[in-house]
């Protein structure tokens, strides 16, 4: 069973790759994507096919689109914390799990990190941060090409 479910994932993984190939603009922002640390072919395949605004949007439209920006939560005289909801959870999870990489191998979010670190923010905080900004640097090389 195990052996068969690997090789329908390879084969899915070979028909991702076809697709994005194929596509000459999909070609050339994977080929963009690829060069940033914690972004590997996973991560690329969801953000290509579930975040097709990227590059067209400003920081804060993807961001919230993405389901990584905080929302207020207010009525009246009362006000709560903020959080990240709606948006894209596939989207999110991805790039919550290419934070874990890029946060331990990319220098200004390893001090991103510290620094939000010493305000004794919680860990996953910290990881929600850092993915969001990691999809602006994205938006930002997609947009520049």
């Known amino acids: 069973m195990i052996a068969l479910l690997s090789t329908q994932i390879s084969v899915l993984d070979q028909r991702i790759k076809a697709i994005i190939a194929a596509d000459r603009a999909l070609a050339e922002q994977a080929a963009l994507m690829s060069t940033v640390p914690g972004i590997g072919p996973t ?10 605004e990227l590059g067209t949007l400003c920081r804060r439209k993807i961001a919230s689109l993405a389901g990584l920006a905080p929302h207020a939560r207010k009525s009246g005289s009362w006000k709560g ?63 520049k090409s």
């Open 43 to 52: 991560v690329m395949a969801v953000l290509l096919g579930e975040l097709p």
């Open 81 to 143: 914390a903020r959080r990240i909801w709606g948006g894209r959870r596939k989207v999110r999870e991805a790039l919550y799990i290419a934070a874990l990489s890029a946060s331990r191998r990319v220098p200004a979010l390893i001090a991103m990190r510290d620094r939000v670190r010493a305000k004794g923010k919680p860990p996953k905080t910290i990881l929600i941060a850092i993915a969001r900004q990691l999809l602006v640097i994205l938006n930002a090389m997609i947009q």
